[in-house]
């Protein structure tokens, strides 16, 4: 009998040779973009760790590295004879993932993994935040992220590991983290990626590694609850040119003021206030009165002639400020009735004295000496005190141990502003404390801390390294405040 028309196209769809992926169901180099991976099992989240510089654990190359997401480590290349493709032969560790494309493959057969299951290492690796999700970081109540291992942990306020001597970098990553709008600003990196800069440019890659610090320390997926700041560390040793090592404690005033004045140079800032995100929010500015004294040894009448000339007459200097250097009193020499030192105290308004325009103040170079007064004329968004805790003479390095006093909330700056901004800025000169950072122990071999306000919760932690505590506000006034960074109040 003759076969009807749809009976002879079944007869010959089933009798269509069958492919090499239908004869086997299994993965083959002829199918280089196979979706279905039977290793996906094999990988290790608790072993991941990106936050340590991206070369390969062999050849030390920064090119084409793969991080074997079965046991950590990092290689390079896929093909045939390269570290990664040896490593996954000799170990039998298949899922590799590239640490530029985020792209996920499986060697030795070497086709590429595509299953939405890996998006959260993809994550974890280069963290991104939308606009909405940065505005409601200071605004509702946080929730704590859970890690692989069952921490819970909350965003923003995570331990950094001190790899050896790096605490007082650790504190001022810390403090600078918690400056809102800097915050906001690097958590996007589409905020400087339009920067416009020369070939060759390497000092961009400083900007960089904070923006990446900043968006791992506020990841709400992190698969651990702390983060290591090697790569930014890196950074820092590079262009600082060694003046700042991980291996040697330094001071964080020093550091600070270089990172921030690094920072803005790399952001193609300029003098102008606006120039960049750091100044708009740090700079202020301030006039300097000098006059310069008349050597001591001369009689009445040489040293009315001399200040008759123009070198001893006043001079103005309009100049802008990062931070105010407050000087502390010295310490009392002498023991009390019982034999034992009284800690001395300190009103920080007192300290603030120092800007109101009329308190002088004796500078002394190798040759001359000098009077100068500080004034005020603009106060910044963000304002950073250093307590100049740190005397160096010819023999020795001393520390002043007095306590500041000074409230958490309601900093009124107004008083060390010139009478004319002091009318015009009326209910901008009070002040909120953000971040305390605090030095412990003996002048050289102490150690630093920080208190943080995190605003969602209104909660103060301290952080050191790796130790993340809560603390009441009250405590935080008794201890030696080193530096401090205070934010304009919201509601004058």
């Known amino acids: ?53 991206k070369l390969c654990s062999i050849s030390l190359t920064r090119i084409n590295v793969y991080a074997c997401l079965v046991c950590g480590k990092y290689f390079q290349g896929r093909g045939t004879n390269t570290h990664a493709y040896t490593h996954s032969v000799g170990e039998a560790h298949h899922v590799f993932l590239n640490l530029h494309t985020l792209r996920f493959y499986c060697l030795p057969d070497n086709y590429e993994i595509i299953d939405s299951s890996l998006d959260d290492i993809k994550y974890v690796l280069n963290p991104t935040f939308l606009r909405n999700e940065i505005n409601k970081l200071d605004q509702i109540q946080p929730k704590h992220s859970r890690t692989v291992d069952g921490v819970l942990y909350l965003p923003g306020v995570v331990g950094l590991n001190n790899i050896k001597a790096n605490d007082y970098c ?78 040697e404690q330094g001071d964080p005033i020093d550091f600070l003021s270089w990172f921030l004045n690094t920072l803005h140079r790399a952001l193609k800032g300029n003098k102008q206030p606006n120039s960049s995100i750091l100044y708009k ?92 007064r500080f004034e005020i004329t603009r106060l910044p968004q963000f304002i950073i005190l250093y307590i100049k805790r740190f005397t160096k003479n010819t023999f020795f390095l001393e520390k002043n141990p007095t306590i500041v006093n000074f409230p958490i909330k309601n900093v009124d700056f107004g008083d060390i502003l010139g009478m004319k901004q002091r009318d015009k800025s009326l209910n901008d000169t009070k002040y909120n404390l953000v971040a305390n950072i605090v030095h412990d122990g003996d002048p050289k071999k102490g ?46």
């Open 170 to 247: 650790n504190v001022v990553l810390h403090a600078l983290s918690h400056v809102s709008p800097l915050r906001d600003y690097f958590l996007r990196e589409q905020s400087y990626a339009s920067i416009k800069r020369p070939p060759g440019d390497s000092m961009f890659t400083l900007v960089q590694r904070f923006g990446e610090l900043m968006r791992k320390m506020w990841n709400p997926r992190n698969f651990k609850a702390h983060v290591s700041p090697h790569e930014m560390l890196q950074a820092v040793v590079l262009w600082s040119s060694k003046r700042f090592q991980i291996t």
């Open 281 to 372: 929010i740090f700079l202020g500015e301030m006039k300097i009165y000098t006059r310069k004294i008349p050597p001591v040894e001369l009689d009445d009448a040489a040293k009315q002639q001399l200040l008759a000339t123009d070198e001893y007459k006043h001079q103005v200097e309009h100049t802008n400020f990062i931070y105010l250097t407050c000087d502390l009193p010295p310490p009392p020499l002498f023991t009390d009735e019982f034999r034992e030192n009284i800690i001395p105290q300190v009103n920080l308004y007192q300290l603030l004295g120092k800007f109101n325009g009329s308190a002088e103040k004796e500078y002394k170079t190798y040759k001359d000496n000098f009077m100068k």
């Open 447 to 492: 150690t630093y801390r920080v208190h943080i306000l995190h605003k969602a919760n209104g909660q103060w932690y301290e952080m050191q390294d790796l130790h993340v505590t809560e603390i009441l506000p009250q405590m935080i006034t008794l201890t030696e405040s080193y530096i401090q960074i205070y934010e304009r109040s919201a509601d004058p």
């Open 1 to 53: 009998m003759a076969q009807t028309e749809p009976e002879a196209k079944r007869v010959k769809l089933e009798t269509k040779p069958k492919t090499l992926l239908e004869d086997d169901e299994t993965p083959s180099v002829f199918n280089p973009k196979y979706r279905v991976c039977p290793y996906l099992d094999t990988i290790n989240r608790n072993l991941l760790d990106f936050d340590f510089e």
